[in-house]
């Protein structure tokens, strides 16, 4: 079964990075969509699937750029991406599908050992909002203490509540 990352999700993640020119310009976004949506966890483990998807950005990126890696943002301002801003791209895209997995316990066990294993405030972020339930209060705020140390405030301010 397909996971539901559309097209509109990947984009929005998207757009702030590369600009609307570049994703209307090539058909990366919709390859990408495809990639997210075959995921498999019996197939493939998440960590697997991260480094697909950053292999995947990085060969796109530099192949649609001819290399230069540059890219005009929404606000007509070039940008050269580096390799911090790939892994913050592969995370960001990765929070979109796992948004989209079901909040039970194989899905939570999945989310928790990636998130032990890969620094990704995005399944951070998911545990956060959906498997906080999963935590004990104790543990519920050791995360949210790693998170403040970890993180600056503009990357976590619109969704941790306290």
């Given at each position: 079964m397909a996971v539901p990352v559309s097209h509109g999700e990947l984009e929005a993640v998207l757009r702030p990075w590369l600009g609307s020119l570049f994703l209307s310009s090539n058909p990366m976004l919709m390859r990408l969509t495809q990639l997210l949506q075959a995921y498999a966890p019996y197939k493939q483990t998440l960590e697997d699937l991260r480094d697909e998807v950053e292999r995947f950005?990085?060969?796109n990126i530099s192949g649609y750029t001819r290399g230069s890696m540059q890219v005009l943002n929404d606000q007509y301002k070039t940008q050269r991406l580096n390799a911090g801003n790939i892994r913050w791209i592969t995370d960001e895209v990765m929070g979109v599908?796992?948004?989209?997995?079901t909040p039970f316990s194989a899905n939570f066990i999945k989310l928790n050992d990636y998130s032990l294993r890969v620094q990704s405030l995005s399944a951070l972020r998911v545990l956060y909002q959906k498997y906080s339930s999963f935590y004990s209060p104790e543990e519920l705020n050791v995360m949210v203490s790693f998170i403040k140390r970890?993180?600056?405030p503009e990357k976590y301010r619109n969704w941790l509540i306290e």
């Open positions: 950005l990085v060969t599908l796992f948004d989209k997995l970890t993180y600056l």
